[in-house]
């Protein structure tokens, strides 16, 4: 499935702005979780680790190892840019 990036930062936007100022508690943290979910279909880069013998790669959100040439983390689901 490909993810329009704009709609997802929109939808974030959205929540956030339309956010119970108080009480709503079962709200808010369906809220919560909506956000943290959005935020995961936006890909963010590995972070890179020099080795001796090779580099490895790093979850930018779960800090999960050895996530190198994934679409997405497979310890929290964050996708992941491998673009230059």
């Known amino acids: 499935m ?3 990036e704009k ?4 939808a974030i936007g959205t929540i956030k702005s339309n956010y119970p100022t108080s009480g709503y508690y079962m ?4 809220l919560d979780i909506a956000i943290e979910v959005l935020e995961k279909q936006l ?15 790093e979850c930018p959100s ?7 040439g994934q679409k997405n983390c497979d310890n929290c ?3 992941l840019d491998w673009s230059e």
């Open 2 to 4: 490909i993810v329009d």
């Open 27 to 30: 709200l808010c943290e369906a």
């Open 77 to 79: 689901g964050q996708r």
């Open 62 to 68: 779960c800090g999960d190892i050895d996530v190198y």
């Open 43 to 57: 890909p963010k880069k590995p972070i890179e680790h020099s080795a001796k013998f090779a580099a490895f790669y």
């Open 7 to 10: 709609k997802v930062r929109e």
